[in-house]
């Protein structure tokens, strides 16, 4: 059932606080809040070194949006926080991460224009989002699964913030683990991260295209492979089913690869989109990308010879789910 329509001056107002979440989350407002309590503007910028006139329009935009409540200089947490503070790496991906490739959509979606690298996105903030969502969404399925595995040698494609790597080497004494990215700001974070964990002497991060891979001497010996949120940058499906062979012969030794991302929805209303999917979708039909349906994907790892032991579902972005792959004999 749809909701009750919005007013336009609601959308105009929430648009804004989209973005006075993003903030939130950097400047430390939400941590503030959720540990201290109710905090004094003009104080919370001045030990921030932030200017206090902006800070109060972005308070004022967050409780427009009832993600705060603010009394006489004070800010409290309003009746969206919880809600707001659990999602605001969802809205960091919006509009840090995809910022720049929503404020020139008039441009992007006109065909001249949609040749060559025709887009850009914060390849770092879009790390550091994911990291969050991960957390938040993704690893209470991921984790069960992969606690249940043997391995000594995990792979992680698209590897992102580096998260992934660092908790499961951290977990597992005598793991290693290999980073591979394609954009040279996640291997920045990545490559910080690890070191931040002591962690560089086990884990290696390189640059790579997880579409495009080819042999390397530090593949051998990987006997897991994850891939989280990029599984649709194999597709079209021609092209999905030579990228999951291409992974078969280069990674000699996997005997485990988990992959997990979202799926296309076809069930809802466009008014009852959930949370992120409407974005998400968007995002990736701007930069040209085919996400496939749940079942679009399942014949694929026949074919591309992959045995689907399971498929486990992930309710953020909405219809995502977690393949778990073996090779075929």
């Given at each position: 059932?749809?909701?009750?329509?919005?007013?336009?001056?609601e959308v105009y107002n929430h648009a804004l606080a989209a973005w006075a979440i993003s903030a939130a989350w950097?400047?430390?407002?939400?941590?503030?809040?959720?540990?201290?309590?109710?905090?004094?503007?003009?104080?919370?910028?001045?030990?921030?070194?932030?200017?206090?006139?902006?800070?109060?329009?972005?308070f004022r935009a967050l409780a427009a949006a009832d993600v705060v409540s603010r009394e006489d200089g004070k800010?409290?947490?309003?009746p969206n926080f919880d809600e707001a503070d659990r999602a605001k790496s969802l809205f960091h991906w919006m509009?840090?991460?995809?910022?720049?490739?929503?404020?020139?959509?008039?441009?992007?979606?006109?065909?001249?224009?949609?040749?060559?690298?025709?887009?850009?996105?914060?390849?770092?903030?879009?790390?550091?989002?994911?990291?969050?969502?991960?957390?938040?969404?993704?690893?209470?399925?991921?984790?069960?699964?992969?606690?249940?595995?043997?391995?000594?040698?995990?792979?992680?494609?698209?590897?992102?913030?580096?998260?992934?790597?660092?908790?499961?080497?951290?977990?597992?004494?005598?793991?290693?683990?290999?980073?591979?990215?394609?954009?040279?700001?996640?291997?920045?974070?990545?490559?910080?991260?690890?070191?931040?964990?002591?962690?560089?002497?086990?884990?290696?991060?390189?640059?790579?295209?997880?579409?495009?891979?080819?042999?390397?001497?530090?593949?051998?010996?990987?006997?897991?492979?994850?891939?989280?949120?990029?599984?649709?940058?194999?597709?079209?499906?021609?092209?999905?089913?030579?990228?999951?062979?291409?992974?078969?012969?280069?990674?000699?030794?996997?005997?485990?690869?988990?992959?997990?991302?979202?799926?296309?929805?076809?069930?809802?209303?466009?008014?009852?989109?959930?949370?992120?999917?409407?974005?998400?979708?968007?995002?990736?039909?701007?930069?040209?990308?085919?996400?496939?349906?749940?079942?679009?994907?399942?014949?694929?790892?026949?074919?591309?010879?992959?045995?689907?032991?399971?498929?486990?579902?992930?309710?953020?972005?909405?219809?995502?789910?977690?393949?778990?792959?073996?090779?075929?004999?």
């Amino acid at each position: 059932m749809s909701k009750t329509n919005a007013t336009m001056t609601e959308v105009y107002n929430h648009a804004l606080a989209a973005w006075a979440i993003s903030a939130a989350w950097e400047i430390g407002a939400f941590e503030e809040l959720r540990e201290v309590g109710p905090l004094d503007t003009d104080v919370f910028a001045a030990d921030r070194g932030l200017d206090a006139r902006s800070v109060h329009e972005l308070f004022r935009a967050l409780a427009a949006a009832d993600v705060v409540s603010r009394e006489d200089g004070k800010v409290r947490p309003g009746p969206n926080f919880d809600e707001a503070d659990r999602a605001k790496s969802l809205f960091h991906w919006m509009t840090r991460g995809c910022g720049e490739l929503f404020s020139t959509l008039p441009d992007l979606v006109r065909t001249d224009n949609r040749t060559g690298s025709f887009y850009r996105r914060d390849a770092a903030a879009i790390s550091v989002a994911c990291r969050e969502i991960n957390a938040q969404w993704w690893n209470p399925v991921f984790l069960p699964v992969v606690n249940e595995l043997d391995f000594t040698y995990v792979a992680d494609l698209g590897c992102g913030s580096g998260e992934r790597l660092v908790q499961l080497t951290r977990t597992r004494p005598g793991v290693r683990g290999l980073g591979i990215d394609v954009a040279g700001g996640a291997i920045d974070v990545a490559t910080k991260a690890v070191a931040e964990a002591g962690l560089s002497d086990r884990i290696r991060i390189t640059q790579g295209d997880a579409t495009a891979l080819e042999p390397r001497p530090e593949y051998a010996g990987v006997d897991l492979l994850t891939s989280f949120m990029m599984g649709h940058d194999f597709w079209p499906r021609a092209e999905a089913v030579a990228s999951l062979r291409r992974i078969r012969e280069v990674f000699p030794d996997l005997k485990h690869f988990l992959l997990a991302d979202a799926t296309r929805t076809t069930t809802y209303a466009d008014q009852d989109m959930p949370i992120f999917s409407m974005a998400f979708e968007f995002a990736h039909a701007v930069m040209g990308d085919y996400l496939p349906t749940l079942e679009e994907w399942k014949p694929v790892f026949e074919e591309a010879g992959w045995h689907l032991t399971g498929h486990y579902p992930i309710s953020v972005p909405a219809d995502s789910v977690m393949f778990h792959l073996t090779p075929a004999e």
